[in-house]
């Protein structure tokens, strides 16, 4: 049975939209629980009251399914496991939980009917994933004092050397927290660490065998490590040092390093690479300096704690989107071809800022930096919010 005619087949009891505070069983949530049939909303939608994005710092402005670019073309099947991950979170949270910055998407409970309608993403063909969402979504486009445009840029997970103990080439290590604490406040700046500062304190976690990929890690986030018996581990943000970030991108520009035609993560990389006495001044420009764990199982791991999947996560700014929820995108590929897919907000980014802001992530390795590195665009996103829920939202 296709899941979207399934979904017209359980009970109501799962639709409520009271915000009751009960918690489910403390079995497995009913989003990871095989099911042959899955629940519809059993009333008229109560959808979020939209807010006309004509001024104020955030706004929403309800669209119809029809009037969304490049929704028909789009396989959302692809978002499907995404989103099955990010509701695997939101069941392990109190029902009472706010959803978003301030509870501006209301609270657990009122996403825990969707989530409960999935079922398993191996059921969904595109038409089936597009009618779920069709079904217990309404898109609204999000904007910021009157403008629905924003930009768009992509990231990815390198493909590093290293080592678990230094020596010949693998001379430039990665550390862990300080503290063990995501910011760790008083924490000497990139040129400090740089020059030893962290050093015999028993913070390493591994060495590299080339600072530009050091330098490009703190930028991407994770990695893919591999060690010289062959085998692999991966890697993952653990925190900062709590000092601003300065993207050395734009300073290259200004200082007529690089031309336009090669601001690009490539552009850049191989500048850093061909001039490393320039190279290592320029990069401790940038005083932020990130910390890594270790990462067991899938990966990379955003900042929901899921494993992100390449082309549908996307990083956005939590002050203004939640984690977990639906975005469709619209923008444009580097080389201006149409770039409008489904995408689930999983994670951040220290540049992430702003309520139309977004930052794709595209996989693992030389093919997802190709899709990543140019990628500078122009576009606006929908945000899908539940039928099943009511939303206050006011500009402010």
Known sequence: MQPWIALLCLALALTACERNTSEPDAGTPPALRPSPSHPSPSHAPLSPAPVEAAGGAFGLT????????????????????????????????????????EGRYGRTIDWRPACAALGEPEAYDAPA?????????????????????????????????????????????????PSGAITVSGTP??????????????LELAWLDDPVDVFDLHIQGSARMSLPDGSYRRIGYAGT??????????????RGHIGPDRATAQGVKAWLKDNPEEARALMQENPRYVFFRWIEGDGPVGAQGVPLTAGRSLAVDPAFIGYGMPLFLETTHADGAPLRRLTIAQDTGAAIKGPVRGDLF???????LDLAGGMKQKGRYYLFLPRTLTVALAAN
């Open 62 to 101: 309800r669209v119809d399914y029809a009037l969304l670019p490049g929704w028909p073309e789009d396989d959302p099947s692809g978002a499907i496991a995404a989103f099955r991950r990010s509701c695997a979170v939101l069941f392990r949270r109190p029902a009472s939980a706010a959803v978003g910055p």
């Open 129 to 177: 994933a597009r009618r779920y969402f069709e079904i217990w979504f309404q898109p609204y486009m999000v904007a910021s004092r009157g403008r629905s445009e924003g930009l768009f840029t992509g990231y990815y997970e390198v493909e590093v050397k290293g080592a678990l103990q230094p020596g010949g080439d693998y001379r430039w290590p990665l550390y862990r927290p």
């Open 189 to 202: 700046d990139r040129a400090a660490i740089e020059a030893g500062a962290l050093k015999g304190k028993g």
């Open 241 to 254: 040092n709590g000092l601003p970030y300065v993207g050395i991108g734009r300073l290259m520009l200004d």
């Open 362 to 368: 595209w996989g693992t390795g030389a093919a997802a």
